[in-house]
């Protein structure tokens, strides 16, 4: 097939279009350039040791301003979100409770699959490009790209917000030698509402826009491999892996709708589990119930060590 590297608007079409039949539920791009407006808050945000234990965020600086550092020769970011809302809880209200994006499989398997297609699609049709997919798993400022490619606005929680369909979504991205036809930022919609700030309850988001991670429930439960600091007993709202209490609240998430990925379902093992069960859990059962989740990040000893904080006085 003839190559078509040059068009433009055709790449953009078929991007889009493919991007939408895989299951995204929006692409933007944005050109691979350095991202001069996050240089001065990312520096002060790690100066300002915001980053807790998460020394990893330390590394790489360079790359996660610079894609073209990540893949060279790149022309364009495109930026992508996949739905991972579910109406489906956890029958036991009393039971320690897990994040949405943890209810179903690993989403980086399930999205990188999507981009490794979407990637030979392109190939395919365009020629020969070069690029790489990514996935929450290297250097790039997902949120700053998705934004600048008009996917949503920065919340005051820190997460991207879609104005139609709210935050629950996964970011990914491809960094190709392609150009297309870039996107545009959108407006802040957030306004004066301060319900994700008021809601955290243990102060993680300390002013709009900006979260001290090393304050987060998210960062204690999967992030923190040390004890969790006894301050912060009671504070958790009986949440044993990850929070979604800023998202929860934000008004945007009224217009959150189910995703429609099989491999995001919760087994009903799982959405059964009492809270006796969780506080019984062998690491047997845990490998078992968990053996393709996202929880297998914090193994079984962290996921225990989570449950303990919540249930031991």
Avoid at 20 to 35: A, D, I, N, T
Avoid at 85 to 114: C, M, R, T
Wanted: glycine residues 6%.
């Amino acid at each position: 097939m003839p190559s078509v590297l040059n068009n433009k608007e055709t790449n953009t079409q078929l991007l889009k279009r493919e991007a939408y039949k895989l299951g995204f539920s929006f692409c933007g791009v944005s050109k691979s350039e350095f991202l001069q407006s996050e240089e001065a808050r990312l520096t002060n945000w790690l100066n300002e040791n915001r980053n807790g234990k998460m020394s990893y965020m330390e590394n790489y600086f360079d790359k996660r301003l610079d894609p073209t550092k990540l893949v060279e020769g790149s022309k364009s970011v495109v930026s992508l979100l996949y739905n991972y809302y579910s109406d489906n809880k956890q029958l036991d209200v009393e039971a320690p409770k897990i994040a949405k994006y943890a209810y179903g499989e690993d989403y980086h398997e399930v999205v990188k699959d999507k981009l490794k297609q979407l990637m030979a699609i392109l190939k395919e049709q365009i020629g020969d490009i070069d690029g790489r997919v990514f996935v929450d798993s290297a250097p790039v400022l997902e949120k700053a790209w998705a934004a600048k490619s008009g996917l949503g606005w920065i919340g005051k929680n820190a997460n991207l917000i879609n104005k139609g369909n709210g935050s629950f979504f996964f970011l990914s991205e491809l960094i190709l030698d392609v150009e297309f036809d870039y996107d545009s930022p959108v407006k802040d919609y957030c306004g004066k509402c301060t319900a994700c700030m008021d809601a955290c309850p243990t102060q993680a988001i300390y002013q709009a826009h900006r979260v001290d991670g090393s304050k987060c429930i998210s960062y204690f439960t999967i992030e923190l491999k040390d004890n969790i600091p006894v301050e912060y007993k009671g504070k958790f709202d009986n949440w044993a892996f990850g929070c979604d209490i800023c998202q929860d609240v934000c008004p945007w998430n009224r217009f959150a709708k189910k995703h429609k990925e099989d491999r995001f379902e919760p087994n009903d093992v799982f959405i059964g589990m009492k809270k006796s069960d969780w506080i019984e859990i062998t690491e047997d059962i845990f490998e078992k119930i968990f053996k393709n989740s996202p929880l297998t990040r914090t193994k079984y000893n962290g996921l225990k060590r989570n449950i303990d904080f919540l249930t031991n006085e």
